[in-house]
Structure formats: C-alpha cells, structure tokens
Antibody
Framework: QVQLQESGPGLVRPSETLSLTCSVSGGSVSSGGYYWSWLRQPPGKGLEWIAHIYSNGNTNYNPSLKSRVTISVDTSKNQFSLKLISVTAADTALYYC??????????????WGQGTLVSVSS | DIVLTQSPGTLSLSPGERATLSCRSSQSVSSSYLAWYQQKVGQAPRLLIYGASSRATGIPDRFSGSGSGTDFTLTISRLEPEDFAVYYCQQYGSSPPITFGQGTRLEIK
C-alpha cells in the first residue's frame, strides 16, 4: 500500500515562499506510469491541481500558478517537493500530495496524503 | 479551459434512496479520463470511479458511473450512512490538464 506524507511549515508570511515535501513509502517515485502531484483545497472549497512530475523530471503545471510554482523530485530520498513563491492569503489551503496514474486509457489520483494546512498570514 | 460543472450543489436524501450526481463539461472529455472521488470531512479524497465507469479497488458495487462526451453521472444505488459526503468529478485532458468540478454535497435528509 502506497502511503504519502506531506511535511512543511504550517504558517508562511505574505510574499515569502511556501515549501512542502511529500515522502512516499510502500512504493517508489521511480515507478513507471505514475506521476507525483500536488493539489490544494482552500478551506471550505473545492480541489485545485497544482502540478505533477515524473521520475525523469518531466513536469506539468497549472497555468494559473505556473509562474510561481516549482515541483521537483528526489528519487534517492523517494520524495518530491513543492515551492510556491510570493504567497498571499489566497494561497491559504490544505495542500495534498497524491499519486497520479496516467495511462493511455485512464488517468486518476489513486493515493493521497492526509493533507497539510498552510496558512499565509503576517 | 475545460470547466466541469456539478449538479446539484447539494443533494438531500435518506439512507436507502438512490442518488444521481451530474458532472457536465464545457468541452468534450474523453471517457477514459473522467474520474469521481468521495471526500468525507477531515479526510483526503478517495478514488471511486475512473474511466467514467470503472470502479476503483474496494469500491462497493452500489457505486456506478456512466456517461460520455460532456455529460457524466455518478449513481449510488442505495445510500448507506457512510455515503454522505462531498463528491467531485475530475478530468484529465486539455489545458489546464487536470480540473475538478466544484463538488456535490450529499447530505442526510
């Protein structure tokens, strides 16, 4: 059973950088066919996909956040990370990491972390 | 951009009843790339349906998905108490590559 665990600061100051790491156990970030993703959910609102990355470093970003986001993967640590620069209160959300299966005939998020709440406030 | 619109926003039903949740897309979506998730309070989303109609591992057969093109449906044949939650549809495809509907809240009547 694949497990994902987010970690990082729960409070970030406005204009600073949000940095989160997702540790993967029970599976490998190098597994073929899977992409490693970040999503977020503002309090009381719906889900927003942020970005995903393949083990070879190929990335895909939500155009609405692309200018501020960097996703990276560390296969030696079986982790992947998110950086979001110049944060504002609008970036306050529950941040999830998840595994994305992307095949020729289907695509879905099958394993999720429990989520970590990041608040942007001075 | 592909926009997924879910209806109704809130559905009030009793255990044992049938629930029908709709997900409509602003553009045609490949059925292969339409998924449904259930999210309970304080929990991460759980995959229910992928490929529009295939149940994920461990999902009871009272959950079924159907549809194609721009109209997709999640049906729960007989509601159990644990089914009351928020449901999201999600597509993979055009820019942005991944979008979710705004969710349907299924509440106990």
């Amino acid at each position: 059973q694949v497990q994902l665990q987010e970690s990082g600061p729960g409070l970030v100051r406005p204009s600073e950088t949000l940095s989160l790491t997702c540790s993967v156990s029970g599976g490998s970030v190098s597994s073929g066919g899977y992409y490693w993703s970040w999503l977020r959910q503002p309090p009381g609102k719906g889900l927003e996909w942020i970005a995903h990355i393949y083990s070879n470093g190929n990335t895909n970003y939500n155009p609405s956040l692309k200018s501020r986001v960097t996703i990276s993967v560390d296969t030696s640590k079986n982790q992947f990370s998110l950086k979001l620069i110049s944060v504002t209160a609008a970036d306050t959300a529950l941040y999830y990491c998840a595994r994305l299966f992307l095949g020729y005939s289907s695509s879905y998020f099958d394993f999720w972390g429990q989520g970590t709440l990041v608040s942007v406030s001075s | 951009d592909i926009v997924l619109t879910q209806s109704p926003g809130t559905l009030s039903l009793s255990p044992g009843e049938r629930a029908t949740l709709s997900c409509r897309s602003s553009q045609s979506v490949s059925s292969s790339y339409l998924a449904w998730y259930q999210q309970k309070v304080g929990q991460a989303p759980r995959l229910l349906i992928y490929g529009a109609s295939s149940r994920a591992t461990g999902i009871p057969d009272r959950f079924s998905g159907s549809g194609s093109g721009t109209d997709f449906t999640l049906t729960i044949s007989r509601l159990e108490p644990e089914d009351f939650a928020v449901y999201y549809c999600q597509q993979y495809g055009s820019s942005p590559p991944i979008t979710f509907g705004q969710g349907t809240r299924l509440e106990i009547k």
